[in-house]
């Protein structure tokens, strides 16, 4: 969750001044976000039921402030004993204690059955950002301008 910090500055103690302790700063100390990798491996034809107990559960993370960022439908089929998934997930959390309380949520595990009989596989990768190396939206501005702007 977030913090806020708030510094204060003495005002000057004359007769031009007589404002006492002024605000100056405020910062949010923020914990960075936790980044949820998940691959997910389906049982063939049920894509459509994936996809109903998909809105099910992202319905159930959004309480703990997870969403999925992107979803990323690879060209692996189904169930077919491959070694690439059929769908790979990039789900996005305020802390690792709200990942935790979401996983840990009565409802997400009474989808327990639904989830069994329509995804085979399912692994998991969990982190928070990492270094950019260069690609921040700024370098790209400025590659897509042809450095006119600097």
Not at 74 to 92: I, M, Q, R, W, Y
Not at 115 to 144: K, M, W
Request: glycine share 10%; with cysteine; net charge negative.
């Amino acid at each position: 969750m977030k913090s806020v910090v708030q510094h204060s500055v003495l005002a000057p103690r004359n007769n031009t001044c007589n404002l006492g302790v002024l605000p100056i700063l405020e910062v949010n100390v923020a914990t960075p976000p936790l980044y949820v990798i998940v691959r997910l491996w389906i049982r063939r034809g049920l894509e459509a039921e994936f996809e109903a107990y998909e809105r099910k559960v992202s319905r159930v993370m959004a309480r703990y402030g997870g969403f999925i960022e992107c979803a990323i439908r690879t060209s692996g089929a189904s169930d077919d004993g491959s070694d690439e998934p059929f769908e790979v997930h990039v789900l996005k959390f305020p802390s690792r204690d709200l990942y935790e309380a979401y996983r840990d949520d009565a409802e997400r595990r009474s989808l327990g059955g639904e989830r069994d009989g329509i995804i085979t596989n399912t692994d998991i990768l969990v982190g928070t950002p990492g270094p950019t190396y260069g690609s921040s939206f700024e370098l790209a501005e400025q590659l897509n301008d042809g450095g006119r702007s600097t």
